[in-house]
């Protein structure tokens, strides 16, 4: 996150301090783990993009400029998770909508949405799931030492919510739920991917940069260039 970006600084902040409680936790030992690292580069993706088995690309509908991590994962086999958003379009119409896994608002609801008025503060209160995880953060439940460590993160969430988190909460939820029903498929997850490592050859940089130079730089190239 950039230096003055404070609210996604807490955002990874409350990260590190969700990790150290369920890292810490006997019950899930062996079974889930938590872990952010930081620095990422190029060397880390190296590492972290072909051992991905799903890439979440959850940037709300119509705010994600460009994209190209959600390319390296889907070509290493990974399936995503998101939003009808920048680059996950393209997967989803090279890999076939049963090879990924979209929800929430397209970026003509999230429009109609903020014109109509969006009230966060209504979405969460009949939100059990998402009720309950904002009343975890905000009691210090991760933040013992602070309890009120993310309480203007929570303030933000609920009523100055920009980026609509709270409307895509329940979508999100769901389909991670049906994500783990996939997952339970061994044979129908690994054809999943398959087909999408077959299929995204179409985000090469080739064909990229012979699409700029013929209709952007309006430069001649060879069509096997």
């Known amino acids: 996150a950039a230096p003055s970006y ?19 936790d006997p019950s899930v030992a062996g079974l889930l783990k938590v872990a952010f690292i930081p620095n990422y580069n190029v060397s880390l993706a190296e590492k972290i993009i072909p051992a991905a088995d799903l890439s979440e690309q959850i940037s709300t509908a119509g705010m994600e400029a460009s994209g190209t991590g959600n390319m390296k994962f889907a070509l290493n086999g990974a399936l995503t998770i998101g939003t009808l958003d920048g680059a996950n379009i393209e997967i989803m119409e090279r890999v076939g909508r049963e090879n990924i896994e979209i929800f929430g608002l397209t970026a003509e609801e999230v ?28 009691s210090g439940v ?58 995204v050859g ?7 940069i012979r699409e700029y130079a013929g209709e952007i730089w309006d430069v001649p190239v060879a069509a096997d260039a």
């Open 202 to 208: 179409f985000f090469s940089s080739d064909r990229a």
């Open 111 to 138: 429009a109609q949405a903020r014109a109509d008025g969006h009230n966060p503060r209504a979405i969460i209160e009949g939100s059990r799931e998402l009720s309950q995880a904002l009343a975890a953060i905000v």
């Open 142 to 199: 991760f933040s013992p030492d602070d309890p009120d460590r993310y309480r203007e993160l929570i303030d933000v969430l609920t009523y100055h919510d920009h980026f609509m988190v709270s409307a895509d909460f329940d979508a999100y939820v769901a389909a991670q739920r049906q994500v783990a029903e996939r997952w339970r498929n061994r044979a129908g997850w690994w054809r999943a991917s398959i087909m999408n490592t077959a299929k």
């Open 6 to 24: 404070h609210n996604a600084k807490m955002i990874i902040k409350l990260v590190n301090d969700v990790a150290r409680r369920i890292n810490s």
